[in-house]
């Protein structure tokens, strides 16, 4: 049991860490907030989702989608125009000089529905999910796999909470705004290239 959990820890966490839009939303949001609690619709949303993703990944739930043409073409069209919306709106809410003060913060249901956006029409995180959680879930069985996952699920929240504090230090210690500009404008040039690749996948798809 000890081994499925280290596998599952390791596996998340090789997953989870990279630089995407998500993180940059979770640790934009600490920043900007007035208080760290007031970013925790971003954080428990970002959290939840992944928690579905990895637990349609062991079920094998999630194998459904990808046999789904009619299916995979109706999420990706609406991510794709969601995605394209969501980057101007962040594009637009970088901070002007001082700091997370001056900067738009995103009210709970915005958080809510951007941070829900960036996971579930996110292609990376679903067939990085599928891909490599749900194939690794394949050699356990019973309580094994549950530890299996439960490990992965930890690593999730363990990061997005641990985020949104480092994106809390950043913006109390930002006055002059610069570092908040550049993570609205990061975070916004990834949602649109995840909306380009998108694009292109469906292009690719249903072209001869």
């Known amino acids: 049991m000890m081994k499925a959990f280290l596998h599952g820890l390791i596996l998340a966490f090789g997953l989870i860490l990279p630089l995407g839009m998500q993180n940059v939303f979770i640790l934009t949001q600490g920043a900007v907030q007035r208080r760290w609690r007031h970013a925790l619709p971003a954080v428990l949303t970002a959290s939840l989702c992944d928690t579905l993703l ?18 995979k073409t109706t999420v990706m069209g609406a991510g794709i125009l969601f995605l394209l919306y969501m980057g101007w709106s962040t594009w637009k809410s970088a ?22 956006s960036v ?22 069985t019973g309580m094994e796999k549950a530890i299996f996952a439960g490990a992965c699920i930890v690593v999730s929240w363990i990061w997005f909470v641990g985020l949104s504090l480092a994106g809390r230090v950043v913006g109390r210690f930002d006055g002059s705004g610069g570092g908040l500009r550049w993570m609205n404008r ?12 998108m694009l292109m996948k469906l292009f690719r798809d249903w072209l001869p």
């Open 186 to 197: 990061i975070s916004a040039l990834l949602i649109w290239g995840v909306g380009g690749y």
């Open 95 to 116: 901070p002007a000089a001082g700091g997370s003060e001056a900067a738009e913060r995103f009210p709970p249901r915005k958080q809510i529905a951007f941070a829900a």
């Open 54 to 71: 990895i637990f349609l990944a062991v079920l094998g739930v999630s194998l459904v989608w990808l046999g789904s043409a009619w299916l």
């Open 119 to 140: 996971s579930l029409l996110n292609p990376h995180a679903i067939f990085d999910t599928i891909g490599v959680i749900g194939t690794g879930s394949l050699r356990y």
